[in-house]
């Protein structure tokens, strides 16, 4: 891109001074990137142009744009921020800092691998100097995650100090995505990964959806190109069809509104994405054809009123489709968006995805935080932009505490990025949360000192089990101990009790305020209950403590009971050690019958939808299959080289499948202690039937009003045993469960 162009894109607001700054700036950046390139064969200037130009096409301020044209001009030259200062003025020398810290890593360039490769050339032999080779490239491929992560930790806690240098941040990694393809393929891959998982969920978060679909886009095209280009296809097969049918549409829709009252609208066609028609497809299990909102339509009305009276109007002209309706101005989505989804059956028969917003509400979805500036004359979008501001520093508090990038980085892809459930305090103050918390997550988002006092917990007036997933709407109410503290059972990951890594983070700080005897006595209770309970040998201690490169058990029991060490990672490394032959987790029950049906296998491609296996060729799993689609007795499961598909003349009803994997399961002896009482064997029942344990056999014995419980469970891992028993356990009456050594 060149400077004409950028110059071409600045907001109309800019005056004659910015326009001159923003010159003055490309001629610094010209001067300072002489002679360096881009993989592509561009002078680098071009680079800092295009970061430029997307950041104008937000409406930023002149100062963030300036910051764009200079904001490699410290990390790869020979400029200092101070000649930044001297030059530009302190608010931009700190945008340009701000933007160097979150990338100034040391890196691992090629020559660093190929001399230490080197060091080893003339003292070893062939197949040494080989395996070497890969502990090298192992270490580089370690270093450089834990460098990409702490990367990302910057950029993260970068958005509480301030926001402008995240954008320039997105705008880079935008450019770079556009010139992606000039990268090696490995590269280019893992790239394109991280822009998936982190880069477009924070532009998402921040609402600034023009950023967000484009690095979904081009993160998607290079980490699956055949699904991409498959998608590409359809819709490019249809394009000419499809904006002719949206322009009669548009002015069906606009005559139909307006005889209804509804004046001074703007309707426009709403194009899909690719990757967001692919995720349509994954989650919905549906073909091409079948996704709803292929087509769409945004009408953009003069306020909130006309909004839902377009609304009614379009309900009452065409049927609604059931469950596809979202009101996101009453109840706005996370990142403040707000707009009226709704899908409707078109005249056609086929489905029509109809957004209904005012403008205001438009700029809001289309720039998300960088909306503010758009209206920075206006008072009351000030009052907004705290708002968001106040909530991204919010929610860094916590993370400032977390000195582990991998776990931060974890922590914001599962309390941030993904999907979100709405729920409510007793007073009706909504609760944002992750996808699948529970209450003690929500315990925990609502004040510390309640989620380290949680006891118990109430959803919608009814109690419920601490490791109750949330749902949208829930009411929750939290049941407190006056005094006492979490328990360290909370840090199992096994048993899914606590999911964000926020309540995670103030539970291990809560223990590691404790006495250090203290943690020590604790972990050592913790480690030995679940090596009993699962009925392992604690005799692999040792090599534990060489993993975590520990001195002595104590230093063990002490992290264990601080929540340092995760349990679940100990009891893995102590089944890992133990012999094949003794565990029965590791020994599959043998196969009762060698024939196999349709009912025990999965096919895909076609689920939902009746299997038979052809009596024909009777194919079996590892047979390469196709699918033939019959009248009535959903789809027949032949050989590929089945003569009667061979000479099948209906070519349209033969579709691709594939077998899917069988569900391994093992059978566990569990022996459960407790006192008798009514309703104990259907409590257990009931634990088993909601883990997927199933029960193979049973042995009951009553004394003195004592019961001695063995059960035969078939389990999937020893995650799954693990929670199992302690459900069991923490039924009425039971004293303890654990599962028994074979003999």
Not at 197 to 206: K, S, Y
Not at 469 to 478: A, F, N, P, R
Not at 491 to 509: C, E, F, M, P, Y
Not at 715 to 726: A, E, G, K
Request: overall charge neutral; hydrophobic content about 35%.
């Amino acid at each position: 891109m060149k400077i004409e162009t950028l110059m071409d894109l600045l907001p109309e607001n800019y005056n004659f001074v910015d326009c001159e700054m923003v010159m003055k700036a490309y001629k610094f950046a010209e001067k300072a990137h002489e002679n360096q390139t881009r993989a592509s064969g561009e002078p680098y200037i071009t680079h800092c142009v295009s970061v430029a130009a997307i950041l104008s096409e937000l409406k930023v301020p002149p100062a963030v744009v300036i910051a764009g044209l200079l904001h490699d001009t410290v990390e790869d030259c020979d400029v200092t921020i101070l000649d930044i200062k001297n030059n530009f003025g302190e608010e931009i020398a700190r945008l340009i800092d701000g933007v160097t810290k979150l990338t100034n890593l040391p890196r691992v360039s090629r020559g660093d691998q190929i001399s230490k490769a080197s060091q080893k050339e003339g003292t070893e032999d062939e197949s040494d100097d080989s395996e070497d080779s890969e502990e090298i490239f192992s270490s580089v491929r370690d270093r450089r995650k834990d460098l990409s992560n702490e990367t990302l930790r910057k950029v993260f806690l970068a958005m509480g100090d301030d926001i402008r240098v995240v954008l320039i941040k997105l705008a880079d990694r935008l450019h770079n995505m556009r010139t992606l393809g000039y990268m090696p393929e490995s590269k280019r891959k893992r790239i394109a990964q991280e822009t998936l998982d982190i880069f477009a969920p924070l532009a998402n978060r921040l609402g600034i959806w023009q950023i967000k679909w484009e690095l979904e886009d081009l993160g998607f095209r290079y980490v699956n190109p055949e699904k991409y280009k498959e998608i590409a296809n359809n819709l490019s097969i249809r394009r000419g069809d499809r904006e002719q049918e949206i322009n009669q549409i548009k002015e069906n829709l606009r005559r139909t509104l307006m005889n209804s009252g509804i004046k001074n609208i703007e309707i426009s066609g709403r194009s899909k994405h690719i990757y967001s028609i692919y995720k349509k497809m994954v989650e919905k299990n549906k073909p091409f054809d079948m996704v709803l909102d292929l087509r769409g339509v945004r009408l953009i009305v003069d306020d909130v009123p006309s909004c839902y009276a377009t609304l009614g109007v379009i309900h009452t002209h065409w049927r609604p489709i059931p469950h596809e309706f979202d009101d996101y101005i009453a109840a706005p989505k996370d990142n403040f968006y707000q707009s009226l989804h709704t899908a409707i059956i078109y005249d056609d028969g086929k489905p029509l995805e109809v957004q209904i917003r005012t403008a205001e509400m438009h700029q809001n979805a289309e720039f998300g935080i960088a909306a503010h500036w758009r209206y920075k004359e206006r008072g009351p979008r000030d009052q907004t932009y705290e708002q968001r501001i106040n909530w991204l520093r919010r929610l860094m508090e916590w993370r400032q505490e977390v000195e582990d990038a991998q776990e931060f980085v974890d922590g914001m892809k599962s309390d941030v990025f993904q999907d979100r459930v709405y729920v409510f305090t007793p007073r009706g103050d909504i609760i944002d949360l992750p996808s699948g918390a529970t209450p003690i997550d929500f315990a925990y988002h609502v004040h510390t000192e309640i989620g380290n006092r949680c006891r118990g917990a109430k959803v919608n007036g009814k109690l419920v089990s601490l490791d109750y997933s949330l749902k949208t709407g829930d009411q929750v109410e939290i049941l407190t101990a006056k005094q006492g503290g979490p328990s360290r059972d909370w840090l199992n990951s096994t048993l899914g009790l606590v999911k964000t890594q926020r309540a995670k983070s103030k539970i291990r700080n809560w223990f590691k305020k404790q006495d250090r005897d203290q943690n020590a006595a604790q972990g050592k209770i913790v480690l030995e209950r679940e090596v009993k309970r699962l009925g392992l040998k604690s005799s692999s201690l040792d090599e534990l403590l060489k993993n975590y490169d520990l001195k002595n058990l104590e230093d063990l029991y002490v992290g264990i009971g601080c929540g340092d060490i995760s349990i679940g990672r100990v009891i893995n490394q102590l089944l890992d050690s133990e012999p094949e032959i003794e565990d029965p987790l590791l020994i599959p029950k043998p196969p009762t019958d060698q024939t196999m049906s349709s009912d025990s296998i999965t096919v895909l491609g076609l689920k939902g939808l009746l299997t038979v296996l052809a009596r024909c060729c009777k194919p079996a799993p590892g047979d390469d299959i196709v699918g033939y689609i019959t009248r009535g007795r959903g789809a027949t499961i032949h050989r590929a080289d089945c003569p009667n598909i061979l000479r099948m003349k209906d070519r349209e009803r033969i579709v691709k499948v594939s077998w899917g994997e069988l569900q391994k399961t093992y059978p566990v002896a569990i022996q459960v202690k407790a006192y008798d009482r009514q309703g104990l064997m259907g409590d257990i029942s009931n634990v088993l039937s909601t883990e997927g344990g199933n029960l193979v056999d049973i042995e009951l014995k009553v004394s003195h009003n004592l019961a001695t419980i063995k059960l035969v469970v078939e389990v999937s891992d020893i995650s799954q045993l693990s929670r199992l028993l302690m459900r069991i356990e923490n039924l009425p009456n039971v004293m303890e469960a654990y599962r028994m050594r074979s003999t």
